[in-house]
């Protein structure tokens, strides 16, 4: 026991440097734009290299008989990446042992399909709760089927095997859990918090919707897929006699009225077009493979909806109107041309506003749709 000792811290200090090198690449996995689809399978991957590094790391027992940290990279592998990813992890590692041979071979493979079960297991019943106490139930499993593994072997080397690693492989297990998963946690909440930053700095405070930051995005979307391009429609809202608003009934009442238009606009609009709070009391949607026609018909919608609209705030009641300028580009490929979809449609707003408001103008010499 004494000689497995410092085996076993070896394999935690190694476990403690593995785990800052898999919380960097989970990190560059979560701030990838990748769809959950393609980023479980790459955290799969990730973990499954992992778990490979510790078994080329092993303390020898006897020729092919190999203990190391391999289950706390399978076992972290489906809480953190969803249950692809454990399967993932788990058919890598276990081909990886298969394949290297030895004694162990089958009980070693055996073990790890039992830490890919738990990690799957864990996470299916934790609900994405990941306190150190979890952490060492997890550990706990991983090191207990582990342990059930040797028994693959003959009764006798198995025997051998439980009184020489029973605890060492236990401690290995529920601190390297313990260790990793909390590297992977703290990068978790690293990441979500810049992300939750990143959101709050594009998005209006009021509104809650994207702000004119989204708009850079955008461009840079569109300079990206250039060579594709992309028909693209704006439509530019703005609030007829807002500060008549705010001057009869306080600005709190104002805020009432930005509030509603927003949710109607999100109700009206679909997933893939964009809605921003322009600035002030204007408002823009951006929608994608529209052409002028589908676009003057959404806004014309939108603004029949608006007058028919009663915003109650307090004892009052307050109607309003809304005025719309409408255009489109048949391929937007550049932020310029963006610009220039943003530009004509302020053109159309300005007219539709000296024509009388509460109607929609587009152009391209697109008939106006007056009110009602």
Request: proline content about 3%; some cysteine; overall charge positive.
């Amino acid at each position: 026991m004494t000689e497995i000792q410092p085996a076993v811290f070896a394999q935690l200090i190694a476990s403690l440097g593995l785990a800052a090198l898999v919380a960097l690449a989970y990190s560059a996995i979560l701030r990838s734009p990748l769809r959950e689809a393609y980023r479980s399978p790459l955290a799969g991957l990730l973990f499954g290299m992992a778990a490979i590094a510790s078994m080329m790391n092993p303390i020898v027992f006897a020729p092919g008989l190999l203990i190391d940290s391999r289950g706390v990279m399978v076992a972290l592998s489906a809480p953190f990446g969803g249950w692809i990813a454990g399967v993932v992890t788990t058919v890598t590692a276990s081909a990886f042992r298969y394949l290297e041979g030895g004694m162990g071979a089958v009980a070693g493979s055996f073990g790890i399909l039992g830490c890919g079960l738990s990690g799957i297991v864990f996470a299916r019943l934790s609900s994405g709760r990941r306190r150190t106490g979890h952490f060492v139930v997890l550990g706990i499993f991983a090191a207990t089927f582990q342990i059930l593994g040797f028994f693959v072997l003959p009764l006798d080397i198995a025997t051998t095997l439980v009184e020489a690693f029973a605890f060492p492989l236990s401690a290995i297990n529920i601190a390297g859990v313990i260790i990793v998963g909390s590297f992977l946690r703290w990068e978790e909440t690293r990441v979500t918090a810049m992300r939750q930053m990143q959101n709050a700095a594009r998005t209006d405070w009021l509104t809650q919707l994207s702000n004119r930051r989204r708009l850079e995005e955008i461009a840079r979307a569109l300079q990206d897929r250039r060579a594709k391009g992309s028909r693209l429609a704006a439509v530019l809202f703005d609030i007829d006699r807002f500060k008549q608003v705010n001057d009869s009934y306080g600005h709190p009442a104002g805020d009432a009225i930005l509030s509603s238009f927003a949710s109607r606009l999100r109700e009206n609009t679909r997933k893939v077009d964009d809605v921003l709070r322009y600035g002030g009391e204007e408002f823009v949607v951006l929608m994608r493979d529209s052409d002028l026609d589908q676009a003057t018909r959404f806004a014309e919608r939108v603004r029949a909806e608006i007058e028919a609209m009663t915003t109650v705030y307090g004892t009052d009641r307050i109607r309003i109107t809304v005025s719309a300028g409408v255009a489109c580009t048949p391929a937007a490929t550049s932020p310029s041309a963006l610009e220039k979809l943003l530009k004509d449609a302020d053109q159309a707003l300005y007219r539709a506003k000296k024509e009388g408001r509460n109607r929609v103008v587009a152009t391209k010499n697109s008939a106006a749709a007056p009110a009602a």
